[in-house]
């Protein structure tokens, strides 16, 4: 596990120390103590100090490749399934930016002078946005998570 942190790691030395390697004068890494990565371990939360990037439009445009090679390597992976979850956050992000456009758009036709009716229909509106983008915006939580 602290090879594959290494890996990972850049140059940056508290990122360095947290994961248990301590930096030599020629730029190398050399393994802390065990003792100090096991109780910094005990401390510290199970998130990764790092976070991969990986381009899902490429899994989707390349999909048959993908697959190909997870069978090749014997892996559970689905790349179908990311390249559909891939699709739904697309979509639903579309979605969430186009109503925060009609809502900003809503907003700024509320600042003028307007009559008691209009600003009604316009008020009414602007929280019949608000409920389907927080709507939208829990499903993309749901879908980034």
């Keep these: 596990m602290l090879l594959s942190k290494l890996k990972y790691a850049s140059a940056n030395s508290a ?64 790349p179908a399934l990311v390249a559909q979850l891939y699709d739904e956050y697309v979509k639903l992000k579309a979605e969430s930016d186009s109503l925060r456009s009609t809502r900003n758009d809503n907003s700024s036709a509320m600042k003028g002078k307007l009559d008691a009716g209009t600003r009604q229909q316009l008020i009414a509106k602007g929280q019949q946005l608000k409920q389907q983008l927080e709507a939208v915006e829990a499903n993309l939580l749901q879908v980034e998570n």
């Design 15 to 78: 990122l360095l120390q947290r994961v248990g390697c301590l930096r030599t004068v020629r730029g190398a890494f050399r393994l802390a103590p065990v003792r100090a990565v096991a109780t910094e371990v005990a401390t510290h939360s199970p998130a990764p100090a790092y976070k991969v990037n990986i381009d899902f439009k490429f899994i989707k445009d390349n999909l048959q490749l993908i697959t190909d090679n997870c069978r090749i390597r014997n892996s559970a992976a689905s």
